[in-house]
């Protein structure tokens, strides 16, 4: 497995990890392909936590125009990877 | 991200939280939410407490005696992440609050809109939460300090009504946040020299509303005060108001909650009081028994020592604003006297200090004992040991003391008590400052007591006075405190907030006194409120509502003074008859039979609450050793 398929995963373990505390839901799994649309209450409120939580745990920073792009879980895991990269 | 520092770290919130959520009952969880609400957490962990705490509170009653108020949040930003922050904070102070946040931006319609929605929620409390882009028009910079003066009185004007039509119309207190100032400087170091550069027109506006907020009775929110101590770029992040409209930044919102908490706590009479100290490596470096008075390290001439005077000097202030001392402490307790009276650099005063438990006795036990002889409740009580092993052991034994996490080097230990915001006050009076000497004198009493064999003889030797008069203006705010604190002496435990101690002190139809009682020790201050309004069923009755005292003057006969005034009063209208009324709560047994003892007949029960009935005809005035000046 390449360097950026394992950080890739560890991303998006931790960011599972957020999303079942966001959403209070235990046993929450979610993917690359995972959309706000599959999880129940991902709404602009809990889109706000989410970010701000990933923020505060990966230890970056969003700029304004990146958190309107993105599409799914797997945007969200890369923008996070390409952050921490630099 | 801002922490709040004085809270004790948990080692596993988050599994914690979760864990709670699997509890069995909703009492359970609720208890489990309020314990969590008492440890640092990030903004996640106090959303999801809040949460938890939510969906407890729609099942289970909220713990015995505790307050419920509600919040109504107005402002022109994104209030809505703001609420888990501030609902938390409160359920660490003991409080229960209902918070809502009007729609975002509609301040002025939630408030002056006749079919606002506002009035069927019937706030207690409504917060303005002004951001620097809702208020002030933009002005040229040329503009001169008049014209800037013109604009920034307008504003404030505005405000004023705002706060008049909020209170009249929906009999709530008002608290206006001080606006975060966002605004970049244009100039830099000149910057407070061009009257009308964004920037300096928010420091003026800020300063004119605290003033106005002072003149006009509202309680302040000193947000932009707050954020300058940590640095205004960890409170506002321009990324997150331009994404949302957040003002105060994600990092900030739990430390922001405790801001507002913190206030609505101190109105509902929440705030601690009393400070109980450590002594060694606390007051001062070493330990006494061990290095001698001349060994322990205090004062000029090493920077430790320097430091722990500072801190006693910041207690010491404390102590100037009414906070009341004491000291618990595993020492030898000649020793410590000695240490006081002898050490050349102790700036605190022994007879500062109200009350001490210096032996080897466990700390929970003697907390406990200190309650009882200051006659203070222990969820009044801060208490501060540099030692985190008795710290950690405080905490689980007695958890409504406030424990406050202390980092290792005493010099930060001032700055941790003044984030925690343990004894935030909306009011600083004369009294509150006589307030720490009055537990001392009251010692003194005791002492007199004990060598006094006759009582009726010891009581007229204090030489008291009774002062009892309808109140003025300015003792609303000291009776309004004495009505939300008073616990144990308190016959209905009713709470009332100023606007409302204001509306009965003007209704002709009630009877409103404070009393003030001084001896030959010196003034006790305000110790007893009464209200009684018109029997609701009866004609020429008078209901007392509110009979409440202090408990430092228990035992003196100023219930038969107070009751001496009170039927004067009665008559004097035209009433027959009182009805008393004692409705128990958790802390007030002590005055279960106070109308019986008086000599109030029992006249049946109603609800909780048992009733009690003194006909004025046959009532004979009581000889109390007080002398009583009453209009």
């Given at each position: 497995?390449s ?21 209070e ?27 701000a939580a990933?923020e505060?745990?990966?230890?970056i ?16 895991v ?9 | ?28 969880r609720l ?11 990030d ?17 289970a ?9 509600r ?5 022109s ?23 809502n ?23 207690d409390f409504v ?6 882009n ?12 008049a ?12 405000l004023?009504?705002?706060?008049r ?17 966002t ?6 170091a ?23 907020a ?18 205004r ?8 108001w331009?994404?949302?409209?957040q ?19 101190a ?15 606390t007051?001062w ?7 001698g ?8 001439g090493?920077?430790?020592?320097e ?11 404390l ?10 402490s ?11 009276s ?21 700390k929970?036990?003697?907390?406990r004992?200190?309650?009882?002889t200051l006659?203070l ?8 040991d ?6 950690d ?30 004894f935030?006050s ?5 009294e ?31 030489d008291?006075?009774?002062d ?20 144990q ?6 709470r ?24 030959k ?14 029997h ?12 409440l ?35 128990p ?26 009733y ?14 007080i ?5």
């Amino acid at each position: 497995m390449s360097d950026t398929a394992t950080a890739h995963d560890h991303i998006l373990a931790e960011l599972q990890a957020i999303c079942r505390e966001v959403f209070e839901s235990p046993d929450l799994t979610i993917s690359e392909s995972t959309t706000a649309e599959d999880v129940p209450h991902w709404d602009s409120l809990n889109h706000l936590n989410v970010v701000a939580a990933a923020e505060q745990r990966f230890a970056i920073r969003f700029r304004t125009s990146e958190i309107e792009g993105l599409k799914n879980v797997g945007d969200f895991v890369s923008l996070v990877a390409a952050k921490r990269k630099r | 991200m801002l922490a709040l520092d004085w809270l004790p770290p948990h080692p596993g919130l988050p599994t914690a939280i979760t864990a709670a959520r699997a509890l069995p009952t909703p009492a359970e969880r609720l208890a489990e939410a309020i314990r969590l609400a008492g440890f640092q957490r990030d903004g996640l962990a106090t959303t999801r407490i809040d949460r938890l705490a939510q969906e407890s509170l729609a099942e289970a009653a909220p713990p015995e005696g505790w307050q419920r108020r509600r919040l109504a949040l107005l402002g022109s930003s994104t209030l809505d992440t703001l609420i888990p922050a501030i609902r938390v904070a409160a359920l660490a102070r003991r409080l229960i609050l209902d918070v809502n946040a009007a729609p975002y931006g509609q301040l002025r319609q939630a408030i002056l809109d006749p079919d606002s929605p506002l009035a069927e929620t019937k706030p207690d409390f409504v917060l303005l939460a002004l951001d620097a882009n809702a208020v002030l028009p933009a002005l040229p910079l040329t503009a001169s300090r008049a014209e800037v003066e013109a604009v920034i009185q307008a504003e404030t004007d505005a405000l004023v009504t705002l706060w008049r039509e909020a209170r009249q119309r929906f009999g709530a207190m008002v608290i206006q946040q001080t606006v975060l100032n966002t605004r970049l400087t244009l100039f830099g170091a000149a910057e407070a020299s061009v009257p009308a550069s964004p920037a300096a027109l928010i420091d003026s506006f800020n300063r004119r509303l605290a003033e106005a907020a002072t003149a006009n009775n509202v309680l302040l929110v000193d947000l932009d005060g707050a954020a300058a101590q940590a640095g205004r770029a960890q409170w506002h992040d321009p990324v997150r108001w331009h994404q949302a409209k957040q003002v105060v930044a994600p990092g900030a919102t739990a430390l922001y909650g405790d801001l507002v908490a913190r206030v609505v706590a101190a109105c509902c009479g929440l705030s601690r009081k009393c400070l109980v100290l450590d002594l060694d490596n606390t007051l001062w470096g070493g330990v006494v028994g061990d290095d001698g008075i001349d060994g322990i390290v205090l004062g000029q001439g090493s920077a430790a020592g320097e430091a722990y005077l500072a801190f006693q000097r910041y207690v010491g202030a404390l102590a100037e604003r009414g906070i009341v001392l004491a000291l618990c402490s595993k020492n030898d307790g000649d020793i410590v006297e000695q240490c006081f009276s002898r050490h050349p650099e102790m700036h605190l005063k022994r007879e500062r200090i109200a009350a001490a438990a210096v032996n080897w006795t466990d700390k929970a036990t003697n907390l406990r004992q200190l309650a009882a002889t200051l006659d203070l409740g222990l969820e009044s009580f801060v208490f501060v040991d540099d030692n985190p092993a008795e710290r950690d052991i405080v905490r689980r034994e007695l958890p409504m003391v406030a424990v406050p996490e202390l980092p290792e080097d005493v010099a930060l230990y001032p700055a941790i008590l003044a984030a925690a915001g343990y004894f935030e006050s909306v009011a600083f009076t004369a009294e509150d400052s006589a307030r720490s000497r009055q537990y001392t004198e009251n010692a003194q009493r005791k002492e007199l007591l004990a060598a006094a064999t006759d009582m009726e003889g010891f009581l007229r030797s204090l030489d008291m006075r009774l002062d009892a008069k309808p109140p003025a203006n300015g003792d609303l705010s000291r009776i309004t405190q004495l009505i939300n604190k008073s616990n144990q002496f308190n016959l209905t435990t009713r709470r009332y907030t100023a606007e409302e101690v204001a509306r009965a002190v003007n209704d002709p139809n009630v009877v409103v006194r404070g009393f003030r009682l001084t001896d030959k020790f010196g003034d006790n201050g305000l110790i007893a409120v009464i209200i009684a309004r018109p029997h609701q069923q009866e004609a020429e009755v008078l209901a007392v509502d509110t009979w409440l005292m202090s408990c430092r003057v228990l035992g003196r006969g100023v219930e038969a003074a107070c009751l001496k005034v009170l039927a004067q009063e009665a008559a004097r209208r035209g009433a027959k008859a009182l009805i008393g009324e004692y409705r128990p709560s958790p802390r007030n047994g002590m005055v279960r039979d106070h109308y019986k003892k008086l000599g109030f007949a029992p006249a049946g029960n109603g609800g909780e609450s048992s009733y009690w009935r003194l006909d004025l005809d046959s009532f004979t005035e009581p000889d109390c050793p007080i002398r009583i000046n009453a209009t």
